[in-house]
């Protein structure tokens, strides 16, 4: 999907945008938070560290190389001739932002946009990874997906890249359609994060000699969900910035992309609380938590062009989805996800960009063309998992040949804090069962 | 068992790529794009499968 208008450098529109850009980090903040909270006590420094040296790198990393390769739909692109049609593959910008604009137009907005978002994608592997994952292991493993992975992906979604173009080549809808990051945050982050889990291992544990999966439950709960609020600003931030910047809508919508993005997750809140609580005799915090979340996750793709019904039936949906793939994960395919991030992030965005191709009402899509809009999900959702799943996965078995992810035995049972930090987090505080064993 | 669910996610995305360039109506180039999407499934199963670790392993990890 292209822009089709841009606000103008200095006007009033483009202050709207910078105050909604402002807002993204808050997502991140909530996604740190919710990672720390949902390990345990021991660990909780080592994730609030590793969270916001991931955000650091992958700035720094978008900036060195990842804005080049992502582009801007629109400004120079690299393209090749197939079948006669054009398809844009990589981004022609240069390194290090030479030759952006800097004065508050849209392609500064959107590359400050982009910087943050490629920040949210690196935080959701450090959840999943909670716990075993070392510190500079997750910071090379976010050069790859900062350098690599998140700007192919999202050059050809934002960029102007062969999956916006499917609707001018191919007449399918308006092309690949993801407002707001579904696919090219969310997907891309959750599917980073079940390789990381792939090839690190479950945590010891976890599992029992029987196979049973035991409980290790969330240090503090309070944390959770003080995640989810602020997440919520920050998701409100980044589905308007992304709709005006990215997804080609008009002022006009915003007010439908808030609505719509606070409907999605409220009904996935509410599905989860009622499943848990039929499930397990009464709801459970951090699943309602994670649903919360998946809710915004879903509401991403297409946040500007759904009806608010469809805004809430993507996220009941979504509300399901979550908790009944974080237990089908863990309980059948032993995937040890302590913060949930695959499903939240992973299955969710899926979701969310499917439901676009059969629920979102384009404006603009070319007569008997918008009937085809599914199709290009489907295009869209199968590059994710045809190209990014097995390209992330190359790259952290490689990386794991030479670096390991996982700390060591040792440092696991001492637990991250005081391995790889040297200070536990709440030194003053004894109050888990953990800090009594022996180190 | 990794390889091979590796290279059928690789596969199934390339008959959806070689699809969009080479057919023209709509509904066979859907036709197409839903077995490339099928063989990546087949892909994920496999790859999903050959990371469940045996209940023994499982238990070894206590």
């Known amino acids: 999907m292209m822009p089709a208008s841009l606000p103008a450098a200095e006007s009033p529109a483009a202050a709207l945008c910078v105050f909604l850009v402002l807002l993204v980090p808050l997502a991140a903040a909530g996604l740190a938070i919710m990672n720390a909270g949902m390990g345990r006590a021991r660990s909780a420094a080592h994730a609030m560290l590793v969270s916001l040296s991931v955000v650091s790198v992958a700035a720094l990393v978008y900036f060195i190389c990842g804005f080049a390769f992502q582009g801007i739909a629109g400004r120079g692109a690299h393209v090749v001739m197939i079948g006669g049609k054009p398809w844009s593959w990589i981004g022609g910008e240069r390194f290090f932002f030479r030759g952006l604009p800097l004065d508050g137009s849209p392609p500064i907005l959107i590359a400050a946009l982009q910087m943050f978002s490629v920040g949210i994608a690196a935080l959701v592997p450090i959840g999943s990874a909670n716990e075993r994952y070392r510190l500079r292991a997750a910071r090379i493993s976010t050069v790859f997906l900062a350098g690599l992975t998140y700007p192919l992906f999202a050059h050809w979604v934002w960029g102007g890249g062969w999956l916006a173009q499917l609707g001018m080549n191919y007449h399918l809808g308006r092309g690949f359609l993801d407002t707001g990051g579904a696919g090219c ?33 969330a240090h503090n709960a309070v944390l959770i969900l003080l995640g989810c609020f602020l997440s919520w600003v920050g998701w409100l931030g980044l589905n308007c910035a992304g709709a005006v910047l990215l997804g080609g809508a008009d002022l006009g919508r915003l007010p439908l992309v808030v609505l719509n993005t606070t409907l999605s997750a409220a009904a996935a809140l509410v599905m989860a609380v009622f499943i848990t609580g039929a499930r397990f005799g009464r709801p459970d915090a951090s699943l309602s938590a994670n649903a919360w979340i998946g809710g915004l996750v879903a509401s991403s793709a297409a946040a500007p062009f759904l009806a608010p019904a469809a805004a809430a039936a993507i996220g009941l949906a979504a509300g399901a989805l979550v908790p009944l793939s974080i237990e089908w994960l863990e309980f059948h395919l032993g995937v040890d996800d302590p913060s949930g991030g695959i499903s939240v992030h992973g299955v969710a965005g899926i979701w969310g960009l499917l439901a676009a191709g059969m629920l979102a009402r384009l404006p603009d899509a070319q007569a ?20 990014v799943l097995p390209l992330s996965y190359g790259l952290h078995w490689l990386m794991n040949r030479f670096y390991p992810l996982r700390v060591s035995p040792a440092g696991e049972q001492e637990g991250m804090d005081l391995h790889e930090l040297g200070a536990d987090a709440y030194p003053e505080f004894v109050i888990h069962s953990e800090s009594f064993l022996p180190r | 068992m990794k390889l091979a669910g590796l290279l059928l996610l690789l596969s199934g995305w390339g008959l959806v790529l070689a699809a969009l360039p080479l057919l023209g109506r709509a509904s066979v180039l859907a036709a197409f794009v839903l077995a490339g999407t099928g063989v990546e499934i087949l892909g994920l199963v496999l790859l999903v499968r050959s990371h469940m670790p045996s209940r023994q392993r499982r238990g070894a990890l206590r």
Do not use: N
């Open chain 1, 368 to 387: 008997g063309s918008s009937a085809w809009q599914w199709l290009a999900q489907i295009v869209g959702v199968a590059t994710l998992l045809g190209f």
């Open chain 1, 185 to 217: 945050i969310h997907a891309v982050g959750g599917l980073a994060a079940l390789t990381v889990v792939w090839v690190a291992g479950a945590r010891p544990g976890k599992y029992t000699a029987s196979g049973l999966p035991s409980a290790i439950p």
